[in-house]
């Protein structure tokens, strides 16, 4: 085996072409919040504080570093049409929102898409991916899915975690990520340059509990005093977050894998690698389904020595709209979606700047779980996320952010089994989880009642935050006669941005009704 894999890398070596287009290696998990070691900062403890990021700590030393890289919208469907089409989620038809919902019989817009990578491979490119897409399949060429080989990393602490021999299962599981890779590579034309994006669901729900501490050593007791201040910092929820990271580690070392391949091929420095994630930490208050920095902050790594200077760190805000427009840039090619996004590469060249950028990002979300709610409605949000400030338009405070209570009632709730594992228990845009569970189990503990408002509360209209005041966003100073003209300014900003751009929910609500809302039934 060892043998006929240097074979597949002296016959690459001989046939690429240095001097050609760079071949692409997207890095996606899925559910990744802004988790790496490359992001730790001694002035504010943070869980980056314990992890160990090898992988994204050398592309990030070795590019540039995104300090504030947002999502279009923090739920995995919406999120990843967004960015291989470099849309604003609400264009984008039946893939705004989770699992495409859409009117049978009115046409779709989504249908009109090309997409990033199938323009690359009509310009000449071998596209291909791994695991998760959570979108059609023609958007990435049906005969492109490369998982012959298996996908064991997608339940990582459960496999390793029942495993008798865990050194033994894990080189199983690196195994079939580096053969999925050379499966793609195989189809390689000589020469030819390829697109590979290596999507794992290691960090979605479900994975083990106490796994973060058995498999990557990561003791829960050192969260203390690290835990994002919209959650009780307890041992229960620390374990949660612990096991969460550990899941992290796991994605950062299939990510080095990868990066060895095509280092090992000698083909790294012609290869835009990027290394990010679709939407925040779930099963966490304000993480997951939550415009607030907790749900759409992602990591964004970059690194292509071609174009990219090295250490380069980026601090003002982007959207991963921007990733469409940045790879097509270095493939000489032009996107035929119209695109809302930017090509980040002249301000990542030497001598770029963050003034060379748009300097903020637009986060919003329409429907995540269908039976969230009784109607089956979305809860519809728009946001603007700038260097100083998070403006938030809630457009039906009325409704349930995290959807109906259910079986959560004044006096009575689920068992915490349940709650850890059947999502539609209660609040269903949160998703299943220890974390959950305990937020439910001591509501009318004292003190509580700012954390169960982070959670799951009902919210005003607007909300507002000052970024160097109030990095974990918990008070909202929309009310504040003090910034009345700042709310005002953002306000304006993203209504004008909505309007131009054709958001569906400026139209009488369009997202509240077919073909955008269609009601599902649930399946016995």
Same mark, same amino acid.
């Given at each position: 085996?060892?043998?006929?894999?240097?074979?597949?890398?002296?016959?690459?070596?001989? /046939?690429?072409?240095?001097? #050609?287009?760079?071949?692409?290696?997207?890095?996606?998990?899925?559910?990744? #919040?802004?988790?790496?070691?490359?992001?730790?900062?001694? $002035?504010?403890?943070?869980?980056?504080?314990?992890?160990?990021?090898?992988?994204?700590?050398?592309?990030?030393?070795?590019?540039?570093?995104?300090?504030?890289?947002?999502?279009?919208?923090?739920?995995?469907?919406?999120?990843?049409?967004?960015?291989?089409?470099?849309?604003?989620?609400?264009?984008?038809?039946?893939?705004?929102?989770?699992?495409?919902?859409?009117? @049978?019989?009115?046409?779709?817009?989504?249908?009109?898409?090309?997409?990033?990578?199938?323009?690359?491979?009509?310009?000449?490119?071998?596209?291909?991916?791994?695991?998760?897409?959570?979108?059609?399949?023609?958007?990435?060429?049906?005969?492109?899915?490369?998982?012959?080989?298996?996908?064991?990393?997608?339940?990582?602490?459960?496999?390793?975690?029942?495993?008798?021999?865990?050194?033994?299962?894990?080189?199983?599981?690196?195994?079939?990520?580096?053969?999925?890779?050379?499966?793609?590579?195989?189809?390689?034309?000589?020469?030819?340059?390829?697109?590979?994006?290596?999507?794992?669901?290691?960090?979605?729900?479900?994975?083990?509990?106490?796994?973060?501490?058995?498999?990557?050593?990561?003791?829960?007791?050192?969260?203390?005093?690290?835990?994002?201040?919209?959650?009780?910092?307890?041992?229960?929820?620390?374990?949660?977050?612990?096991?969460?990271? #550990?899941?992290?580690?796991?994605?950062?070392?299939?990510?080095?894998?990868?990066?060895?391949?095509?280092?090992?091929?000698?083909?790294?420095?012609?290869?835009?690698?990027?290394?990010?994630?679709?939407?925040?930490?779930? #099963?966490?208050?304000?993480? @997951?389904?939550?415009? /607030?920095?907790?749900?759409?902050?992602?990591?964004?790594?970059?690194?292509?020595?071609?174009?990219?200077?090295?250490?380069?760190?980026?601090?003002?805000?982007?959207?991963?709209?921007?990733?469409?427009?940045?790879?097509?840039?270095?493939?000489?090619?032009?996107?035929?979606?119209?695109?809302?996004?930017?090509?980040?590469?002249?301000?990542?060249?030497?001598?770029?700047?963050?003034?060379?950028?748009?300097?903020?990002?637009?986060?919003?979300?329409?429907?995540?779980?269908?039976?969230?709610?009784?109607?089956?409605?979305?809860?519809?949000?728009?946001?603007?996320?700038?260097?100083?400030?998070?403006?938030?338009?809630?457009? @039906?405070?009325?409704?349930?952010?995290?959807?109906?209570?259910?079986?959560?009632?004044?006096?009575?709730?689920?068992?915490?089994?349940?709650?850890?594992?059947?999502?539609?228990?209660?609040?269903?845009?949160?998703?299943?989880?220890?974390?959950?569970?305990?937020?439910?189990?001591?509501? /009318?503990?004292?003190?509580?009642?700012?954390?169960?408002?982070?959670?799951?509360?009902?919210?005003?209209?607007?909300?507002?935050?000052?970024?160097?005041?109030?990095? /974990?966003?918990?008070?909202?100073?929309?009310?504040?006669?003090?910034?009345?003209?700042?709310?005002?300014?953002?306000?304006?900003?993203?209504?004008?941005?909505? @309007?131009?751009?054709?958001?569906?929910?400026?139209?009488?609500?369009?997202?509240?009704?077919?073909?955008?809302?269609?009601?599902?039934? $649930?399946?016995?």
């Amino acid at each position: 085996m060892k043998f006929i894999f240097l074979l597949l890398v002296s016959t690459l070596l001989v /046939h690429a072409d240095p001097k #050609g287009k760079p071949n692409m290696l997207l890095l996606f998990a899925d559910d990744l #919040g802004r988790y790496a070691s490359a992001y730790a900062d001694s $002035k504010r403890p943070s869980a980056n504080d314990i992890i160990h990021t090898p992988a994204f700590d050398r592309m990030a030393k070795e590019g540039a570093i995104f300090h504030n890289a947002f999502v279009s919208v923090p739920s995995c469907t919406p999120s990843r049409a967004a960015l291989v089409t470099g849309r604003h989620f609400f264009r984008n038809g039946s893939h705004s929102q989770l699992h495409s919902p859409w009117q @049978k019989g009115i046409p779709d817009p989504f249908e009109n898409i090309k997409g990033m990578p199938l323009t690359l491979q009509n310009g000449g490119y071998h596209i291909g991916h791994s695991l998760k897409l959570h979108m059609r399949e023609s958007i990435m060429g049906k005969v492109n899915l490369y998982n012959k080989a298996g996908q064991r990393i997608n339940n990582y602490s459960e496999n390793l975690t029942k495993a008798d021999d865990k050194e033994s299962e894990k080189k199983k599981i690196f195994a079939e990520v580096r053969q999925n890779f050379r499966d793609f590579l195989s189809k390689r034309g000589d020469g030819q340059p390829f697109f590979y994006s290596f999507n794992p669901t290691n960090t979605h729900r479900l994975w083990v509990k106490g796994s973060g501490k058995e498999l990557w050593n990561l003791n829960p007791e050192d969260l203390k005093g690290r835990m994002p201040t919209v959650l009780p910092d307890v041992p229960e929820i620390r374990e949660d977050m612990a096991d969460y990271l #550990g899941e992290v580690m796991a994605f950062d070392a299939a990510c080095a894998v990868l990066i060895q391949m095509v280092e090992e091929m000698g083909e790294l420095d012609n290869t835009i690698v990027v290394i990010s994630g679709d939407h925040g930490i779930p #099963g966490f208050s304000r993480g @997951k389904c939550n415009v /607030h920095d907790f749900g759409s902050a992602v990591p964004l790594a970059i690194r292509w020595p071609q174009k990219i200077a090295p250490q380069r760190r980026v601090h003002v805000p982007v959207s991963l709209i921007d990733l469409t427009p940045t790879f097509l840039a270095a493939a000489g090619l032009a996107s035929a979606d119209d695109p809302d996004g930017q090509s980040l590469l002249p301000a990542l060249a030497p001598g770029g700047n963050d003034s060379q950028l748009r300097g903020w990002a637009l986060i919003g979300r329409e429907r995540h779980a269908w039976r969230s709610r009784a109607d089956q409605s979305p809860y519809p949000i728009r946001a603007l996320r700038t260097s100083q400030y998070l403006y938030v338009k809630n457009f @039906k405070p009325d409704r349930w952010p995290m959807g109906d209570p259910y079986a959560v009632t004044e006096t009575s709730e689920p068992t915490p089994d349940r709650l850890e594992n059947d999502t539609y228990a209660a609040f269903p845009d949160m998703d299943s989880s220890p974390t959950k569970a305990w937020l439910v189990r001591h509501r /009318h503990d004292s003190g509580m009642e700012k954390f169960i408002a982070y959670a799951w509360g009902k919210r005003p209209e607007e909300e507002l935050y000052s970024m160097s005041e109030d990095p /974990h966003q918990t008070k909202n100073l929309a009310s504040d006669p003090a910034y009345s003209e700042t709310l005002k300014t953002l306000r304006d900003q993203l209504m004008s941005e909505l @309007k131009a751009k054709g958001d569906p929910r400026l139209v009488n609500d369009a997202f509240d009704r077919a073909p955008f809302l269609v009601k599902e039934e $649930k399946k016995k």
